[in-house]
Each structure stands twice: as structure tokens, then as C-alpha cells.
């Protein structure tokens, strides 16, 4: 089983989609940058604190560094299908190359692989989860008190903006592809501290559905190793 690239896109991601719950904005540093990244936040948070629930097919590239990544053709790709419901609630259905699910219900975690048949599952408010992902994961973070946002892009669409975390992290930037118009998040970028990268596109995006809460547990299927993973640093 491969866990560790599932649970680490599926807390960024997180991160990122709910942080644009919470936009505001901040003077200093750049003005013209500053004032871009004010502007677009703004209409980020108009949009999405009306957001209850989201549902989007995405599809999730990475590139490492380790393995020598740099050109498309290094990248590895794949694709499925995210939802999110406030409070803390997401599931991730990755349905190629290969299938696994990431699940939360905003108190437990599952990673399922059907291949292995096996599911790890975790406590989602154990120090396992720290730092600015679990704010998020909880629908407590506040985006410019947890990071330094700038603009990028500002005469085009869609904007990016840039998000630096203020506290020591495990990645060095989040980036944002926003509709310059709407506030709407279509990409999202995880560049860590090495320089891997992890990029999610969202497509076909719906709001406000109400899914029900059962799309958010995971009943492990008969046969299924259940593995009980304690709390990490």
C-alpha cells in the first residue's frame, strides 16, 4: 500500500480549497502585487463563504524532484473525482491509474486501497494532522493569518496568487489559478520544501448540492485489512 502521496495531496489540496473560505487582505510588500492579491482574495471569499459543499472532477499531476522530474513527460497523472462539505468533511475517489479513497468525515480519516484490500484510518484531531492543514480541515483558518498572499498575473485570467506560510511547514508555497471575475479556484500548486510539485485542476465544479453525510464514512468492505495508525509527528 502507498499512502503517503494520497494522504500529502489530499491535506494540501484541503488546505487550499478551504483557505479560500476565509480571504481578507493585507498592506505592505509589494503594492502593485499586494493590491492584486487583496482584489482577488476579496472575490475568493465573496465566492466561497456561500459555499456549503463542493463537488469536481480533478486531475492531480506531481512532479519530483527526487526522480528526476522537470518536463511533462516525467510528470505522473492522475485523475478522479473530490467533495467537500463544511465542516471538515471531503472524499477524494481516485479512479486512474489505479483506484484508492480518501475519506473524511472532519473526525476520522480512511485511505483505502482495493488492490492491497487494506484501509488505514487515522484520527483526523490527533497531532497527525498540524499546522495550517488541519485549521483548514477544520474550517478555522484565516488565509492571511496563516499566510503572506501575493498576486501574480494581475492583467491576465486567471490570477494567481501565492501563499507563503508565516510558520515553519513541510512545503515552501501554495499557488491559487483563480477567475479574475468571479473568485472561483480552477488549479491549485503544492511546491514543497524540496521543489516536488503537486498541481490539482478542477473541473466541472457544482455547489451547494447537500450530499449526504454517509458520502463521507467508509465502512471497510468484508476482507478488508483495517490498519490503526497512531498519531505522527
Request: proline share 7%; glycine share 10%.
Amino acid at each position: 500500500m502507498k499512502p503517503s502521496p494520497f494522504l500529502v495531496s489530499f491535506l494540501l489540496a484541503t488546505a487550499i480549497v478551504a483557505a479560500a473560505t476565509a480571504a481578507s487582505a493585507e498592506p505592505g510588500g509589494d503594492p502593485v502585487a499586494a493590491d492584486c492579491g487583496e482584489a482577488t482574495a476579496r472575490r475568493v471569499q465573496a465566492r466561497y463563504d456561500q459555499v456549503r459543499d463542493l463537488s469536481a472532477d480533478f486531475v492531480q499531476t506531481t512532479r519530483s524532484v527526487a526522480l528526476g522530474g522537470g518536463g511533462a513527460s516525467d510528470a505522473q497523472e492522475v485523475r478522479g473525482r473530490v467533495h467537500f462539505a463544511k465542516p471538515g468533511r471531503m472524499r477524494w475517489e481516485y479512479r486512474s491509474p489505479e483506484p484508492s479513497l480518501v475519506v473524511s468525515d472532519g473526525g476520522t480519516l480512511w485511505i483505502y486501497d482495493p488492490v492491497a484490500k487494506e484501509v488505514q484510518v487515522l484520527t483526523v484531531e490527533a497531532g497527525f494532522l498540524s499546522g495550517a492543514a488541519i485549521q483548514f480541515l477544520l474550517g478555522e483558518g484565516k488565509i492571511l493569518e496563516t499566510f503572506r498572499v501575493t498576486g501574480k498575473g494581475c492583467e491576465g485570467d486567471p490570477v494567481t496568487l501565492l501563499l507563503h506560510p508565516r510558520e515553519p511547514a513541510t512545503y515552501e508555497r501554495l499557488e491559487l489559478a483563480v477567475e479574475a471575475a468571479s473568485g472561483e479556484i480552477r488549479e491549485t500548486e503544492v511546491i514543497d520544501l524540496f521543489g516536488n510539485r503537486t498541481r490539482v485542476v478542477f473541473e466541472g465544479m457544482s455547489t451547494n448540492q447537500n450530499p449526504p453525510a454517509t458520502l463521507f464514512r467508509f465502512e471497510p468492505p468484508e476482507g478488508v485489512r483495517v490498519l490503526e495508525l497512531a498519531p505522527g509527528p
